[in-house]
T-cell receptor, first 117, second 110 residues
Framework: ETGVTQTPRHLVMGMTNKKSLKCEQH?????MYWYKQSAKKPLELMFV???????ENNSVPSRFSPECPNSSHLFLHLHTLQPEDSALYLC????????????????FGPGTRLTVL | LAKTTQPISMDSYEGQEVNITCSHN???????ITWYQQFPSQGPRFIIQ???TKVTNEVASLFIPADRKSSTLSLPRVSLSDTAVYYC???????????FGSGTRLQVQP
């Protein structure tokens, strides 16, 4: 499926580097999400953007900085990461009705496998 | 949020029917039950959603008893490609965020 794309698919970075993850959705959705999936742990929601406004931030360290310039694009800017930040980072999108009528089936991208050395 | 409990893992053979049960004793009146499937190194994929009784689509069936304190995902005639982690989620419509548990790792053998 190509509804939600993520680049790069793999990223290796040092602790002093700055990098960005990119997500693009081609589904016309109005909400986008970043999740983190560490080895042998459940998916953790990081950020939620609805209509390009950040509506949820689950106590994520400031070394992760999201950006949503429009409803189709979502970025996750990374700087001074730690080895424990190595994980699969997943982007998702959904269409949420103004009345909250849809449960919110989320469409996920393939993820970016991040390794911090 | 209603807490869900699923078996950590299950094994099956090709061609068998697999039933994965999820417990959600504290489900609220406006909560729906949704199942996602995740293959290794991929994002989860929506399978099915229901509120009560039975829901069926081309992939699976979802059985929900009258008290709604549990639900069962039924996969008919599984194949090797059904090997994945299956997540049961409970939440109200309109809620943007999904809360994933540990899921059930299904291993299908030839």
């Amino acid at each position: 499926e190509t509804g939600v794309t993520q680049t790069p698919r793999h990223l290796v970075m040092g602790m002093t580097n700055k990098k960005s993850l990119k997500c693009e959705q081609h589904l016309g959705h109005n909400a986008m999400y970043w999740y983190k999936q560490s080895a042998k742990k459940p998916l953790e929601l990081m950020f939620v953007y609805s209509l390009e406004e950040r509506v949820e931030n689950n106590s994520v360290p400031s070394r992760f900085s999201p950006e949503c310039p429009n409803s189709s694009h979502l970025f996750l800017h990374l700087h001074t990461l730690q080895p424990e930040d190595s994980a699969l980072y997943l982007c998702a999108s959904s269409q949420v009705g103004s009345s909250g009528s849809s449960y919110n089936e989320q469409f996920f991208g393939p993820g970016t496998r991040l390794t911090v050395l | 949020l209603a807490k869900t409990t699923q078996p950590i893992s299950m094994d099956s053979y090709e061609g068998q029917e697999v039933n994965i049960t999820c417990s959600h004793n504290n489900i609220a009146t406006n909560d729906y039950i949704t199942w996602y499937q995740q293959f290794p190194s991929q994002g989860p994929r929506f399978i099915i959603q229901g509120y009560k009784t039975k829901v069926t689509n081309e992939v699976a069936s979802l059985f929900i008893p009258a008290d709604r304190k549990s639900s069962t995902l039924s996969l008919p005639r599984v194949s090797l490609s059904d090997t994945a982690v299956y997540y049961c989620l409970v939440g109200a419509r309109g809620r943007r965020a999904l809360t994933f548990g540990s899921g059930t790792r299904l291993q299908v053998q030839p």
